[in-house]
């Protein structure tokens, strides 16, 4: 089955660790997203990727980075940088950023102690 | 700004009809999608327009409207399953999506 996979589905770390969430696709899509999701707001987005081996920030990158070595691949870390990293980590994928309809992985719920 | 308005809760009963609104303000615009997302998943596709006018697709349609920035996900025929999440988000003129914080609808039977 053709799909986006996040791991793990939930997650626990201690204040002042960096973690890095999965995100694998075999959907053959070139472009891959991160968003993060609060209780209250919508959804925003930390980094994108169009092809692999580039990456732009999007609206929240502080604190965040990226890779993309591999087509079906995007992790995520959350440095100790970020201020308030517990939430829930949502990876997207599209065949094109600008004409293709994004579609979501499970998701990951962090939660920093 | 870019901002995204959604009701935060509307309550319906099985088996009615309800509209679920959406207003936005965007730099340029793209498209408005709508997803469906239920308590502690992914949010899942439902339905896109560009156009103006309704899209149909079997118990939900979507409508739009370019001129006043609005848009309404209809949905029929109301299951207990329905209760969920639904998130507006218009694509901008960078492609990039701007969300909603999402209407939560609770279905009593």
């Known amino acids: 089955d053709g799909g986006i996979t996040q791991s793990p589905k939930y997650l626990f770390r201690k204040e002042g660790q960096n973690v890095t969430l999965s995100c694998e696709q075999n959907?053959?899509?070139?472009?891959m997203y991160w968003y993060r999701q609060d209780p209250g707001q919508g959804l925003r987005l930390i980094y994108y990727?169009?092809?692999?081996?580039?990456?732009q920030k999007g609206d929240i990158a502080e604190g965040y980075s990226v890779s993309r070595e591999k087509k079906e691949s995007f992790p995520l870390t959350v440095t100790s940088a970020q201020k308030n990293p517990t939430a829930f980590y949502l990876c997207?994928?599209?065949?094109?950023?600008?004409?293709?309809?994004?579609?979501f992985g499970p998701g990951t719920r962090l939660t920093v102690l | 700004g870019q901002n995204i308005d959604q009701p935060t809760e509307m309550t319906a009963t099985e088996g009615a009809i309800v509209q679920i609104n959406c207003t936005y303000q965007t730099s340029g615009f793209n498209g408005l999608f709508w997803y469906q997302q239920h308590a502690g998943e992914a949010p899942t596709f439902l339905s896109y327009?560009?156009l103006d006018g309704l899209e149909e697709k079997g118990r939900f349609s979507s409508f739009l409207s370019r001129s006043k920035g609005y848009s309404y996900l209809l949905l029929k025929e109301l299951q207990m399953k329905d209760s969920a999440s639904y998130l507006c988000a218009s694509m901008d003129s960078n492609y990039q999506l701007i969300w909603g914080a999402g209407t939560k609808l609770i279905i009593k039977p």
């Open positions: 997207a994928s599209s065949g094109d950023r600008e004409t293709d309809t994004q579609y």
């Open positions: 990727s169009q092809i692999v081996n580039d990456f």
């Open positions: 327009n560009v």
């Open positions: 959907l053959n899509h070139d472009a």
